[in-house]
C-alpha cells in the first residue's frame, strides 16, 4: 500500500514539474547570464557570452533575412523563462532572429529570448541617446498575456452580522469585486 501512493506521487511531482518547465533551447543551464545588469563592459567585447534575457517588445523590424526586435527588457524567471510581467525595466536590448517573423505580430507581445552577447549598437530613445547590448538569438519564445479574473478568498465575507434583521441586507452573503491578474503562456 505504502508502496502504491510513493509511486503515485513521485509520478504526479513528475507530471506537475513538467508544467513549469521553460521551452526547449532556453533552460537556464545553458546560460551564463541571465540578467541584463549583470552584464561587464568586458562580456561586450568577447562575444561568446551565452544570456538568455526577455521583455515586451517595444517595436519590430523586418531584415533582409532577420528580424531586428527592441526589447524593453524584464526579469525572466528561472524555471519557467517567462517575462515576470510586473517586474521593472532594468533597460533595453535589441535581439536579431533568424529568419523573418512579421513585425506586427511581435509588437506589444512579451518574448524569451536566448543567444550570444554580440557588443552594443548605438540608438536613440526618444531624444535621448542609448547603447543596445545586442543578442544574436539562436531560440526565442514569445509569449501570450492573458488577462484573468480570479477572487481572492480573503475578500468574501460568509457572514452578514445583521442577517436576517435590519439594515435592509437582502443577502446573506458578500461577493466582493473579482480581481484581476495577467498571465503568460
Same mark, same amino acid.
Given at each position: 500500500m505504502n508502496?502504491?501512493?510513493?509511486?503515485?506521487?513521485?509520478?504526479?511531482?513528475?507530471?506537475?514539474?513538467?508544467?513549469?518547465?521553460?521551452? @526547449?533551447? #532556453?533552460?537556464?543551464?545553458? $546560460?551564463?547570464?541571465?540578467? #541584463?545588469?549583470?552584464?561587464?563592459?568586458?562580456?561586450?567585447?568577447?562575444?561568446?557570452l551565452k544570456?538568455?534575457?526577455?521583455?515586451?517588445?517595444?517595436? /519590430?523590424?523586418? #531584415?533582409?533575412?532577420?528580424?531586428?526586435?527592441?526589447?524593453?527588457?524584464?526579469?525572466?524567471?528561472?524555471? &519557467?523563462?517567462?517575462?515576470?510581467?510586473? &517586474?521593472? +525595466?532594468?533597460?533595453?536590448?535589441?535581439?536579431?532572429l533568424n529568419? $523573418?517573423?512579421?513585425?506586427?505580430?511581435?509588437?506589444?507581445?512579451?518574448?524569451?529570448?536566448?543567444?550570444?552577447? &554580440?557588443?552594443?549598437?548605438?540608438?536613440?530613445?526618444?531624444?535621448?541617446?542609448?547603447?543596445?547590448?545586442?543578442? @544574436? /538569438?539562436?531560440?526565442?519564445?514569445?509569449?501570450?498575456?492573458?488577462?484573468?479574473?480570479?477572487?481572492?478568498?480573503?475578500?468574501?465575507?460568509?457572514?452578514?452580522?445583521?442577517?436576517?434583521?435590519?439594515?435592509?441586507? +437582502? &443577502?446573506? $452573503?458578500?461577493?466582493?469585486?473579482?480581481?484581476?491578474?495577467?498571465? #503568460?503562456?
Amino acid at each position: 500500500m505504502n508502496k502504491k501512493i510513493l509511486l503515485f506521487c513521485t509520478a504526479l511531482s513528475l507530471v506537475l514539474t513538467g508544467c513549469v518547465s521553460a521551452p @526547449q533551447g #532556453l533552460e537556464a543551464k545553458q $546560460f551564463e547570464m541571465l540578467n #541584463l545588469k549583470n552584464v561587464q563592459a568586458q562580456d561586450y567585447d568577447c562575444r561568446c557570452l551565452k544570456v538568455r534575457l526577455g521583455g515586451k517588445v517595444v517595436s /519590430a523590424q523586418a #531584415l533582409k533575412d532577420k528580424t531586428k526586435i527592441e526589447v524593453l527588457n524584464q526579469t525572466v524567471a528561472y524555471f &519557467s523563462a517567462k517575462p515576470i510581467v510586473d &517586474s521593472y +525595466s532594468n533597460g533595453r536590448f535589441i535581439a536579431y532572429l533568424n529568419g $523573418f517573423v512579421d513585425p506586427e505580430n511581435l509588437k506589444d507581445q512579451y518574448v524569451t529570448v536566448g543567444g550570444v552577447l &554580440s557588443g552594443k549598437e548605438q540608438g536613440k530613445i526618444d531624444q535621448a541617446d542609448y547603447n543596445y547590448p545586442v543578442v @544574436q /538569438a539562436d531560440q526565442y519564445r514569445i509569449w501570450k498575456l492573458v488577462k484573468e479574473y480570479y477572487y481572492d478568498p480573503d475578500d468574501i465575507y460568509d457572514y452578514a452580522p445583521f442577517y436576517p434583521y435590519g439594515w435592509g441586507f +437582502s &443577502s446573506r $452573503f458578500f461577493w466582493a469585486e473579482p480581481r484581476v491578474r495577467y498571465n #503568460l503562456y
